[in-house]
């Protein structure tokens, strides 16, 4: 499987397909596996670029807490569309992934074709919210680091397809990658200017909201509500959401 060299840290990712690209990202604890469903339909006029964050799957997980970051994880992102000769995206995630899709946009805006923002919040704008958020972000990694993966057992359904080697990179990810250090990623939606679609499950009450605040505030942006669907919108209900992102894509100027 191939692995691409960042400075010593091995990140695996998969290439299926061709045409233009297509970069998905997966949620924390996940691993490029939760996006299974997708490959079939989305590879078909598409070359679908999946991988594996840093500490997660089959990705390294360096043990300086300093290489896991934002700057870090968007930084992956560009090298992997160097890696197969795409200068622009559709780029888009899960939860994690969605918000580091946001972070890549505000970038490296020249290089995303569009946006695929799905079961994803945009951070916050209050200190103390952030704070709160963070805290629970580090509160996971304790609970990793006494643990271990058994943790994940009780999270939502695209965490079922993840095998990671152990809870110590995900633990150094919670802490690096999972909190966030400011409010550039809200502050910013205004300023997005390229299609842009918002994904959310009907039953992913956490992320509902922010799902509607990013659809009013991004320019243009759609919004798909994913029935009888959870956090993991792809995997509960595949072929709806399928079907909206295939849609969706299909529709997109010609790249």
Known sequence: MPKLNRDGVNIYYEVHGSGPALLLTHGYSATAQMWQGQIEPLSKKH????????????????ADQSAYSEAHTVADMAALLDQVGAKKAIVGGLSLGGYMSLAFYNKHPERVRSLLIIDTGPGFKKDEAREAWNQNARSRADSLEKDGLATLKSGSAERA???????????????????????????????IK???????????????????????????AQKVVIDDAGHASNIDQPQAFNAAIVSYVEKLPAA
């Open 194 to 220: 390229v299609p842009s679609l918002v994904v959310v499950g009907s039953k992913d009450t956490p992320f509902i909201a922010a799902s509607d605040y990013m659809a009013a505030k991004i320019p243009g």
């Open 47 to 62: 070359t679908l670029i999946l991988w594996d964050m840093r500490g997660h799957g089959q990705s390294d997980y360096p």
């Open 161 to 191: 397809y993840a095998v990671h080697r152990d809870a110590i990179g995900l633990a150094k990810a919670a802490r690096g990658m999972l909190t966030q250090r400011n409010a550039d990623v809200i502050n910013k939606l205004g300023d």
